[in-house]
């Protein structure tokens, strides 16, 4: 069966302290991969996404994320992280086979910051 | 400039009365999707209109419809809400279905039930 993992469910990291988001899936095709930031009471944005190619991915605010085929995962990086990233990040793979489109999301991973 | 709008931002409604949630775009996107997010989980796709074709989740209730009058309007119907209804309502878009074709989502619409 697809599924996706986000094994923490609360980070909470200093401002300017490096960031790593944790994603492991598990697809029997290598999926596509996206990365999405919800803050609170709004709506998802897209952070960055990876197909093929580059298995580092550079997205928006700042943000990278590294596809490793042998560990199935997807994890989300920065490299000093700001006030204003305090959100929470979803991890969502996408089926890759002909006709299949559904988006599964983690079940979420909140970070907070400390000023 | 939002491109995918969702009116209201929050709805109030009584235990089973009916509600409809709305959302449009500005887009141009072939496809529209309703997602349901419960408090601390993950945003579950209800179901989605690619173009005027109509495509329920399995797991979708009965009581919740939907209806997309043209490219640019998407409605959610709740016929009758219960408490467990009570939850954030996200409209996203894309311009097709598959590779290449991220998601764009509205603010939602936080629903209560009373």
């Known amino acids: 069966a697809q599924s996706v993992t986000q094994p923490d469910i609360h980070i909470t990291v200093s401002e300017g302290a490096s960031l790593e988001l944790r994603c492991n899936y598990s697809y029997g095709a290598t999926p596509y991969l996206f990365w999405y930031v919800q803050s609170p009471g709004q709506g998802l944005q897209l952070l960055l996404k990876y197909f093929s190619g580059d298995t580092l991915v550079q997205g928006i605010k700042g943000f990278e994320a590294e596809f490793k085929r042998s560990q199935s995962s997807f994890n989300l990086r920065k490299p000093s992280v700001h006030w204003s990233d305090a959100a929470e990040y979803f991890c969502?793979?996408?089926?890759?086979?002909?006709?299949?489109?559904?988006?599964?999301f983690g079940k979420g991973t909140k970070l907070s910051v400390i000023p | 400039d939002a491109m995918v709008i969702q009116n209201p931002r929050y709805q109030v409604t009584q235990f089973g009365k009916p509600v409809t949630l709305s959302c449009s775009q500005t887009?141009?996107?072939?496809?529209m999707y309703w997602y349901q997010q419960k408090s601390s989980q993950a945003p579950k796709l209800l179901f989605h209109y690619y173009d005027k074709d109509f495509n329920n989740e399995a797991d979708t209730p009965d009581n919740f419809q939907s209806r997309r009058p043209n490219t640019s309007f998407c409605f959610l119907d709740i016929r009758s809400p219960g408490l467990g209804d009570a939850a954030m309502y996200l409209c996203?878009?894309?311009?097709?279905?598959?590779?290449?074709?991220?998601?764009?989502f509205g603010n939602g619409t936080r629903l209560t039930v009373t």
């Open positions: 996203a878009t894309s311009r097709d279905r598959g590779e290449n074709s991220p998601l764009h």
């Open positions: 969502a793979p996408q089926c890759s086979g002909a006709g299949s489109y559904q988006l599964t």
């Open positions: 887009l141009n996107h072939n496809v």
